[in-house]
């Protein structure tokens, strides 16, 4: 049985150009195996420029890793159009592929004949959407993060063997997307004037309940969990599955540990176990999703 490949998500969080240059240089000596590039949360955010991105992925290319272009998930304008077109175009023409987080990036790719990745956003819930986008080029898809096991077990026995299949198996998990900015308001700042106060709160901005419980976490336009997912103890179900990639979500400390888990569990074909002290801050682990319990919740074996 083949090994499975390791991924690690596009970076959610506004990081310093210095530190998200920092990260992937460390990620270069990850046993990871496929990195995922580009601003998906907010297009405001431009510490990298266009010429980084793709300057910064040509490097994890020479490193041996496979990398892919990441495509906005909320496109909110002209210009987000515009960009999505740079990205796929420029993608196209250095030889990386794309992922496509909404449906006018699929579109663009289909009418180039680009093969892309089809993103967690694409809401796939049945093999027969599946099998209409792998018409359209997807060679690889991510189920929605909602999605039981049960479900992803039903579409993996009807889908086509020529499309993998990718699951996020840590990480917060990216549970909406608002044209409002969450963060921004917290600090009671206009969107467009926000001050890009993401940028103290790299692993995002926890949010309780009004009797202290920390319920979610705030990054911008987008609402995260506040849990960490954790799928490890499925690896084995996982693999059994066919499952071909398992995709760790950034986070600003202890990553290594994380990829390190991870590695010797594939290796080992057995349970991955992270310890506590990797993960994020404030956040628990959770697994409910995968029984078809509330996301929140935590199963253990």
Same mark, same amino acid.
């Given at each position: ?37 580009? %601003? &998906?949360?907010?297009?405001? @955010?431009?510490? *990298?420029? /266009? ?5 910064? #992925?040509?490097?994890? =290319? ?103 299949? %990718? &699951?996020?198996?840590?990480? @917060?998990?990216? *549970?909406? /997307? ?5 963060? #921004?308001?917290?600090? =009671? ?103 078809? %319990? ?8």
């Amino acid at each position: 049985m083949n090994q499975q490949k390791i991924s690690l998500a596009p970076l959610a969080y506004f990081w310093s150009k210095a530190d998200t240059l920092a990260f992937y240089v460390d990620a270069m000596n990850w046993p990871v195996d496929i990195v995922y590039l580009g %601003e &998906v949360v907010c297009s405001r @955010r431009h510490l *990298l420029k /266009f010429e980084d991105w793709f300057s910064l #992925a040509q490097e994890l =290319r020479d490193a041996g890793k496979t990398v892919v272009m990441s495509t906005q998930t909320l496109i909110e304008s002209e210009p987000d159009r515009r960009a999505m077109h740079r990205l796929i175009e420029r993608a196209a023409a250095d030889g990386f592929q794309v992922e496509a987080n909404d449906f006018s990036a699929v579109r663009v790719l289909s009418q180039l004949k680009q093969n892309f990745i089809a993103g967690p956003h694409l809401n796939i819930y049945h093999a027969d959407t599946l099998a209409w986008l792998a018409g359209l080029g997807a060679s690889r898809f991510l189920p929605p993060l909602e999605m039981p096991g049960i479900d992803l077990a039903a579409i993996q026995k009807e889908k086509s063997a020529t499309v993998e299949t %990718e &699951v996020q198996v840590w990480g @917060r998990m990216a *549970l909406a /997307f608002s044209a409002r900015c969450f963060t #921004a308001r917290h600090h =009671r700042l206009h969107k467009d004037s926000c001050e890009f106060r993401c940028d103290a709160h790299p692993d995002g901005l926890p949010l309780a309940t009004r009797d202290g419980k920390i319920f979610l976490n705030l990054n911008g336009i987008q609402t995260q969990s506040a849990s960490c997912v954790d799928l490890g103890e499925q690896l084995p179900e996982l693999l059994k599955m066919g499952v071909e990639v398992l995709r760790l979500q950034p986070q600003s400390q202890h990553m290594a540990q994380v990829v390190a888990a991870f590695d010797a569990a594939r290796i080992a074909q057995a349970v991955a176990q992270v310890p506590d002290s990797a993960l994020p801050a404030a956040a628990g682990r959770s697994n409910g999703y995968w029984f078809g %319990e509330p996301g929140m919740q935590w199963q253990a074996a």
